[in-house]
């Protein structure tokens, strides 16, 4: 008796251990990237970039992360959004505002694409 009260705290103690990291793993924002070759989003393009697409990116406070893609993107799709902070995606490595550079920043929450290549990006 004794010893399975004992075995049962242990296993709450392992529980209760483990639960935070699953939980925060399960709550931090993010939004699915869908990369396409065709540009013309708004013609319904199928030829997916795989990998990375779909590319989950996590919402965090990084000065910026680069995405490595194989091919020129023509079209970037962002859906199934739980961000909580903008988003910011460059057409150059490293998020560059200054320079040869284009970018677009997209409210927290909403579903978009758009007919750019993307490079970088980071959360505002
Ligand atoms: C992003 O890519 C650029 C150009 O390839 C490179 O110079 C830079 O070190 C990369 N940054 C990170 C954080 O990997």
Known sequence: MQFTIASIATLF???AAASPAVLQERQAPSVTATFYRSVGCNRG??????PPSP???VQDTAP???ITIPETVGCTELTAS????????????????VGNTHFWTYPEGSNNK???????????
Do not use: M
Not at 45 to 50: F, Y
């Open 45 to 50: 393009p199928t030829d997916v970039i795989t």
């Open 13 to 15: 103690a392992a529980i």
């Open 64 to 66: 910026c992360h680069n």
């Open 114 to 124: 758009f007919n750019q290549n993307v490079k970088s990006y980071r959360f505002l």
């Open 55 to 57: 590319d989950v990116l």
């Open 82 to 97: 739980t961000l909580t902070r903008q988003i910011r995606v460059y057409d150059q490595p490293n998020c560059p505002e």
